[in-house]
């Protein structure tokens, strides 16, 4: 029988490459089918907005329109969101493999490279990770402008630059670019501080250092912004110096700005600084951190150290309760001296508080710090001096470290303390080295400070003290501070004697405490800042009262009060349009939650309804349609909402609610509430149907639309808030409305620190 070959074995190993080969082939397969859909679903929204109607039909629309132009669905797509958000700029028809005739003679491409365009950055937009998404902008778009490689960095809340994804670079060159501190290199700081891109045609300034094969290599960082907040930086990197004209910039902004929307989906990693507990714990001064509850605004006592929950008489009298029951003749000033500290963004001190009864010292609080650390946590610092426990465990945790020598110059000879070959690491066998001497032994860049040190001992014959870095046998690094005194003969010197203190410990501990005390400070100030611009936006946002004679047949007025806190913006709103056919929309609304989202989700929907208005549809119809916008808002938002249209020739008003607090119609003196069908919250679900009442109104009818800010209360039901706003009604006076309002606001029964928006509306 003729031999056998080794067909199995090679059969053996081709099944894997091959079944490989198949799984790579349908993950790309994958990805791009995701990236179509992505793209379709864009256009099926911008069709859906444009033609008022469910996403469903315009899904059919867009097949129809690509059927008809004898289009892919993805070029029609294409060219669908290109014309809503603008074409992709190029640098020159050579670039992007434009002939010139194909392309326009104002940089901007040719319908076909359009689309090729808009279909990479949807692609790199719909992409799992952020290097995907890198690797997808610089195959399709960049290289053809000359990019070599592409980087992106996530901003930190401590500052600090996080490499989030690359394409193009070496894994060895990432792992070394892998955080960017906030101080460095220049390049980065001046593009976060004008909050423009950077252009470096010849490469970095000399002594900068940023990715790239040479130093002259050209480069361009552009700040990447999302929603009005900066999420990173994109670093783009050509293989030489480049002229970078105004083309070339225009294109590259351009591509990379949705960069900004993939470093905004992708989580930060877990914090890896050291968690502030742990670092109170390491002081030997008594400190504790204080906890707001965000609910009932209660201060109560989070953590004690060791030191402060011996002072205290253990911390189990204090951990986990109120302040005001822990320290209950200093919590007054200790909840201010917190708020203070919020507000300013620094440190707080008072010089002494009174004795606290049962603390165990019963002495007073010395030199005490409030320091704010976080939203909600503030860091309490103090002395105290009489708890001679306490006192001693201080002095016996100062006197550790500390170490003998003395020095004779005539013999060269030195003399240590045990404690001092442990701070140099060497062992007691070997030769202690002079002070003269000990340069090789201190970190090049404190030498200086060592050669002061001598030199006031040496040539002035004065004592005098330095801190510098010591670089131990086994590599380590110890802070020590060196206090020395010359040994005099007469007028000759003969010797020095000194300490040597480690300070390693208390050094590393104050840096990693001041460092997070900075960085929470900044995040603070960061936060304030933030929420007072949202909060003078959505004051700036609040519509115009039409003017009295736009409104037929009615007199108005409006009011929106912000929330109590000014990092609590809301997302409540109103509006009051008069249409052309000669009705009236009046509508309210509550966006769930606060801050920056809520608030422009606001603005989202009542500009949506505003313009959905001027179709001529009913209150229900417009429900509907603002539903489809909410479930196609970004974070997904679930609001109230109520929508009335007032006809004057019939004084006849139609309205439809989607979950919200019902009209209250005044007539004759009397309140009454007009209760709506009762429909779904906006966002909850699709396409639901949203019914209407209708409701004849007569001269001198006084209609109010509210949000709950006005009657809610923290421990009272709905009923009763809306029973006290029927009773504040009828003891209106009989006046114009806007002071009805003023009254309404000014004696409200709300007590949730929400924002509260109020419209009053009266037939003539």
């Known amino acids: 029988m003729p031999a056998r070959g080794p067909a199995p074995a090679d059969s053996g190993q081709r099944e894997p490459r091959t079944l490989v080969l198949r799984l790579s082939e349908e993950n790309t397969a994958l990805r791009e089918e995701l990236a179509r859909r992505h793209l379709t679903d864009l256009a099926t929204g911008v069709l859906a907005a444009q033609l008022r109607t469910s996403p469903s039909e315009a899904r059919e629309y867009l097949a129809r329109l690509a059927e008809s132009a004898s289009l892919s669905l993805e070029d029609i797509a294409a060219d669908l969101v290109n014309g809503v958000a603008g074409t992709v700029a190029v640098t020159a028809p050579v670039a992007l493999g434009d002939t010139a005739e194909e392309a326009h003679g104002d940089g901007f491409p040719s319908h076909a490279e359009a689309r090729r365009l808009r279909q ?38 401590s500052g600090c630059l996080r490499l989030a994804g690359h394409a193009g670079g070496s894994a060895l060159e990432a792992s070394q670019w892998r955080w960017i501190p906030p101080a460095a290199p220049a390049p980065v700081r001046a593009a976060f501080a004008d909050g423009a891109p950077v252009w470096l045609p010849a490469g970095p300034p000399d002594g900068e250092m940023l990715p790239g094969p040479s130093d002259r290599a050209a480069r361009a960082l552009v700040p990447l912004r999302l929603r009005g907040r900066t999420t990173g930086l994109a670093l783009a990197v050509w293989p030489d110096s480049t002229d970078l004209d105004d083309r070339m910039r225009a294109a590259l902004t351009g591509l990379v700005e949705v960069a900004a929307r993939l470093l905004g989906a992708e989580p930060l990693p877990p914090s890896e600084e050291p968690a502030l507990d742990d670092l109170l714990d390491a002081l030997v001064h008594p400190a504790m951190t204080l906890k707001r509850d965000p609910q009932t605004a209660t201060l109560l006592v989070e953590h004690v150290n060791g030191p402060a929950g011996e002072a205290l008489g253990g911390s189990q009298r204090a951990v986990g309760r109120p302040v005001e029951a822990a320290f ?33 010292s019963g002495g007073p609080l010395l030199d005490l710090r409030v320091l704010p650390a976080g939203p909600d946590r503030s860091v309490v610092l103090w002395h105290t001096y009489t708890d001679r426990r306490t006192a001693v465990g201080r002095a016996v945790g100062r006197l550790q470290g500390l170490a003998l020598f003395e020095d004779d110059l005539a013999t060269g ?17 070997s030769t202690p080295v002079p002070l003269t001497g000990l340069e090789p032994r201190v970190h090049p860049d404190d030498t200086g400070e060592l050669a002061e040190l001598l030199t006031d001992l040496l040539e002035r014959r004065k004592g005098a003290a330095a801190v510098v870095r010591v670089v131990r046998q086994d590599g380590g690094l110890r802070h020590v501070r060196i206090t020395a005194e010359p040994l005099l003969h007469g007028e000759a010197l003969s010797g020095i004697t000194g300490v040597y203190h480690d300070i390693s410990a208390e050094y590393h501990t104050e840096v990693a405490l001041t460092a997070t005390f900075d960085q929470l400070t900044a995040v603070r100030a ?33 009011r929106y009060r912000p929330a109590a806190q000014e990092y609590r913006v809301g997302g409540d709103w109103y509006d009051i349009l008069p249409l052309p056919d000669g009705r009236v929309m009046m509508a309210v609304g509550d966006i769930a939650g606060h801050g920056i989202d809520s608030a422009t989700g606001m603005v989202a929907l009542r500009n949506t309804l505003r313009g959905l208005a001027f179709t001529g549809h009913s209150p229900g119809r417009l429900m509907a349609l603002l539903n489809e916008v909410t ?86 039901g709905l009923d009763e808030g809306l029973a006290a706003l029927r009773r504040m009604a009828e003891r209106l006076p009989d006046c114009e409305v806007d002071g009805q309002v003023d009254l309404l606001l000014s004696a409200a029964t709300g007590d949730t620190d929400d924002d509260t928006s109020l419209i009053a509306v009266r037939v003539r």
């Open 120 to 157: 990479v950055v949807t692609a790199a937009e719909a992409a799992d990770t952020v290097g995907t998404g890198a690797a997808t902008l610089l195959e399709g778009g960049l290289k053809p402008l000359g990019v070599e490689s592409l980087w992106l960095w996530q901003l930190t809340g």
């Open 328 to 360: 209950p003749l200093i919590h007054a000033d200790l909840d201010a001296m917190s708020r203070r500290a919020h507000y300013a963004s620094s440190p707080q001190r008072a010089a002494r508080l009174p004795a606290e009864h049962g603390t165990g």
């Open 413 to 429: 000879r030195s003399t240590w303390t045990e404690q001092t070959y442990a701070i140099f690491g060497m062992g007691r066998g």
């Open 526 to 558: 960061q936060a304030t800042l933030r929420h007072r611009l949202v909060l003078q936006l959505q004051q700036a946002i609040v519509p115009e009262m039409p003017a009295p004679g736009q409104l037929p047949g009615l007199s108005a007025a409006a």
């Open 631 to 716: 479930l196609h808002t970004a974070g997904h938002p679930t609001a109230t909402a109520l929508c009335a249209m007032y006809d004057p020739k019939g004084r006849t008003l139609r309205w439809a609610s989607a979950g919200h607090l019902p009209i209250l119609l005044l007539r004759g003196g009397t309140a009454r509430l007009l209760d709506p069908p009762p429909d779904i919250l906006l966002g909850a679900a699709h396409s639901p149907v949203y019914e209407e009442a209708t409701t004849r109104l007569a001269p001198g009818d006084t209609l109010l639309l509210y949000t709950d800010g006005l009657i809610e209360r923290r421990h009272d």
